[in-house]
Structure formats: C-alpha cells, structure tokens
C-alpha cells in the first residue's frame, strides 16, 4: 500500500470518528494545527443577556470554518480522481456539521433564561466537533501536498 493511499484511509477514519461521536461529550482539548485560531474555549462565556453578541460571535466563526471547508474542497479538487472520490464524502460530512452548527446558532437566538446554559453548550459543542473535523481535513491535505 502507497503512502498516499494510507493518509487517505487515515484521514476517512478519524473524519468517520468524529462524526459518529458528534453526539458525545468529550473533554479532549483541540489539537494544534493549521487554520482559523479561535477554539470552543477561547469563545467568552456569554451570559443570557449576551445571547445575540453570542450568536453573532458564533455565525462569524461558522462563516470562518465554511470559507476554510471551501478551501479545502478547492485544493483537493486538484487532486487525483480517487484522491476526489475518498475526500467529497468527508467534505460531505464537515459540510453537513456546519448546517447542525448553523441550526444549533439559530435554537441559541430562541433560548429563554431557563435553558440558555444547555443551548450555549450544545453550540460550542457543535463548534468543536466541526472545529476538530475541519483542522484533521487540513492536516490531511497538508500531509498529501507534503507527499
């Protein structure tokens, strides 16, 4: 087996793992790597009356992650065809966290006082999973170009 072959298969299994723990709690820390700097941590701990400063925050983060997941899809649509055909589904998936992060924004704007807590972190815990995903996908893509 080629090396480009194992970073692909690599990659399509910690993508594989990552989503299927999106609904899983975790307290790994984000791994440092590439791309935008701002973590589910490093987002200030806004308070019920700071709840459209939150979501604000939060839509500009996700427009930050849709434009690296772009990216990513650009560098990669230079690639070879089997390189492509095992990359789109897992772009698929990032893609698809992103609209469950978009959804979990928008429940966040509708929060009362009496659940903003549990909507707060459900949204960071979104912004992680796909925060994660997208850092592994440009790690992987900077591992390929390396190759």
Avoid: C
């Avoid at 973590?39 to 009356?49: G, N, S």
């Avoid at 899809?73 to 690639?79: E, G």
């Avoid at 959804?103 to 972190?121: E, G, H, P, R, Y």
């Amino acid at each position: 087996m080629n090396k480009k072959t194992l970073v692909i298969t690599f990659l399509s299994t910690l993508l594989f793992a990552a989503g299927s723990a999106m609904g899983q709690t975790t307290s790994q820390e984000p791994e440092n790597v590439n791309g935008p700097k701002t973590t589910a941590q490093d987002v200030k701990d806004y308070t019920f009356a700071e709840k459209a400063k939150f979501t604000k925050e939060m839509k500009k983060e996700l427009a930050g992650i849709n434009k690296d997941i772009d990216q990513l899809d650009a560098k990669i649509a230079k690639d070879d065809a089997a390189a492509r055909a095992k990359a789109q589904p897992e772009l698929h998936a990032l893609r698809e966290k992103a609209g469950q992060l978009d959804k979990q924004i928008d429940a966040a704007k509708d929060a009362t006082a009496s659940n903003w807590d549990k909507v707060k972190a459900d949204s960071k815990h979104a912004y992680k999973e796909l925060k994660d995903g997208v850092n592994r996908a440009h790690r992987w893509v900077s591992d390929k170009i390396a190759s």
